[in-house]
């Protein structure tokens, strides 16, 4: 014979109670970490607001036009967004540890239909972030406008794509990639360290860097514009690729092979060291090349040294000192 022992009817009460008690407090724990993480802050055109993030790993903006600057010193320990003058609406959120800042373009009313509506330069966008921060990846998208400083921020990945400005990266650390894309704009890196690799293209513009130290590779492509350097070291291979435009570095320390090429344009390198680190082949279409000061032609080769440079140019002159 089976026995069945069952709480009596007060029990089976207590414990339905308890467990409805449970499962509600998990519900609202989960409800309220998700609305933690996909809280989503709107900033509609015309307006100014500021806000504050924590726990952040990531910041990934999508703007159309705005000038956004980074800096540091925020006091605490989040993330301080401030928007000044939005143009059109902007969605701030928090994605699982991920700032995502996107810009939604704003319904059109009667007085933009009659040419009346209020005209502004751009909006304004302030990250300011904790001395010394760190992130896993910042990724900046934008149609046009700016994009500034950076100091004292590090980061394992640095992605930016920009229609038609200007990025400055100032006193910045990236521990492995920058990568960019700049269809019409300038790119300035200053004073900045990059342990693995250095890679993009501009469509027409310039790029420029000043004590910039890479771990790995350099590959940049400028389709129309110059690349000009100071005190720029290359641990890898590195590729300069224009198609018109010049070439103008001081101070250039290169790893065991770079190329240099352009289709029309002069080509100035100093180097570091001294000849016998290199060797050295260099070729025009219409122009002198001048190797050390002493080997001058259309087509000049010299040296046996463990870092070869090669330089092809299509019509311009070609210099290279120590």
Known sequence: MLFVLEPAFGERQDF?????FSIAV???GLAATMAKSMFINTVFAGDSYSSEYTDISSIVLDIKSADVIFSTGSGSEGVRVDVNDALNEIEMRDDGGVLRIQERSRKKGILDVIGLSPKKKSTEIYITVPQDAGYEHIGV???????????GISANKLNMSVGSGSIVLDEMKVNESVQFDISSGKL???DCAIGDSLNGKIGSGSISAEELDIGGGMDIKVSSGNIAGDRISVKGGAVMDLGSGNVNIDDLSPGSSTKIEASSGNIAIDLEGSEDD?????????????????????ECNTGSGDKHIEIQGGSGNISVIV
């Open 26 to 28: 998990v519900c609202v």
């Open 141 to 151: 998208k934008m149609s046009s406008g700016s994009l500034r400083h950076l100091g």
């Open 278 to 298: 290199y060797s050295i082949s260099a070729k025009t279409g219409s122009g002198k090349v001048s190797l050390f000061d002493d080997i001058t032609g259309r």
């Open 16 to 20: 339905m109670k308890r467990s409805t």
């Open 188 to 190: 300035s890196i200053n």
